[in-house]
């Protein structure tokens, strides 16, 4: 009669272990979750993993791999949640609506409505989807500034070009206007590159963060997904010098909303989330502005 192999053990994502008795999960580093006990509850879905708590809605008992925030701040189990209706947002069906209606709708929803549309928003997005997404939200944040410091410099240009006289010119007209394009196509170039570069880079970083403080994320995607939406103020860009000062507080609260809504976590670990990478980074900026403002102190008695 043939036996039936004992279920592995999982860790805090949901990976299973070779190794019975490890403490760390060998793929991704997180603890093992605890084995179930005689007479204690077991995870409905993973019988050999003990029970963290039963689900708010079905009653069933799941472990914390299984375990989901619900947009009530109650926790319900994966089964739970992958029965309740995903709201689609307008982004999602932009081949049919159109890609700018589709975005100015998806901002305008989540500027007037936050908790209430990432909360319910479908998680799942491609990295292609996001991605377009952002660089539609950094183009709109800084695209009316950019284009009011590119008209005083084209005023100056002017003022040179026709103002003066032609032996004071030191360039051609048609150099001039050469070297004008080809700055505005450098930094076009520069500004694709750092709004994608950027983008990846700060959601790997509050990837890990969510992984690091206990949130069981889902995927990388769903990250890149959350911090894309993050940005629906940028419409307040379009009003000039709006853009590089206001959107960007904005967009960093509106993603606590981000990652509680799509990650299904706690408002806690999504304000972790959030704000450590940035809040470091603002810390690094102000010792080094004071270490510099020092050193500037020091020398001058020297």
């Known amino acids: 009669m043939a036996t039936t192999a004992p279920p592995l053990p999982l860790c805090v994502q949901g990976h299973p272990q070779a190794e019975p008795e490890a403490r760390f999960c060998g793929q991704c580093g997180s603890p093992v979750l605890p084995g179930a006990l005689a007479g204690a509850p077991a995870c409905a879905l993973h019988p050999n993993v003990r029970a963290e708590q039963p689900c708010a809605r079905c009653g ?35 081949h049919q609506r159109g890609t700018i209606s589709s975005f100015v709708r998806t901002c305008a929803a989540i500027i007037s409505h936050p908790a209430q549309t990432l909360d319910r928003a479908r998680p799942e997005g491609s990295v292609g989807s996001s991605l377009y997404f952002s660089v539609l939200a950094d183009t709109t944040t800084y695209l009316t500034t950019f284009l009011v410091y ?40 520069v500004f694709l590159i750092s709004a994608l570069g950027g983008t990846l880079l700060g959601t790997a970083l509050d990837h890990l963060v969510l992984k690091l403080v206990g949130a069981n994320p889902r995927s ?83």
């Open 60 to 94: 069933n008992f799941a472990c914390r791999a299984c375990l989901r925030a619900a947009p009530d701040g109650s926790s319900i189990c994966v089964a739970c949640e992958s029965r309740a209706a995903a709201l689609e947002l307008p982004w999602d069906a932009r």
């Open 150 to 189: 590119g008209a005083v410099a084209l005023a100056f240009l002017g003022t040179y070009l026709f103002g003066a006289q032609p032996g004071e010119r030191t360039l051609t007209p048609l150099t001039s206007v050469g070297i004008t394009a080809g700055a505005v196509v450098a930094v076009i170039a």
């Open 220 to 302: 990388f995607e769903v990250t890149l997904r959350a911090r894309a939406l993050s940005a629906a103020p940028c419409l307040v860009g379009l009003i000039p010098f709006c853009g590089p000062y206001v959107v960007p507080v904005w967009a960093l609260v509106l993603r606590v909303f981000a990652y509680r809504g799509l990650h299904r976590i706690s408002t806690g670990k999504a304000v972790a989330g959030a704000l450590a990478v940035p809040g470091v980074l603002m810390f690094l900026a102000l010792a080094g502005y004071v270490v510099a403002l020092l050193l500037a102190v020091a020398g001058g008695k020297l």
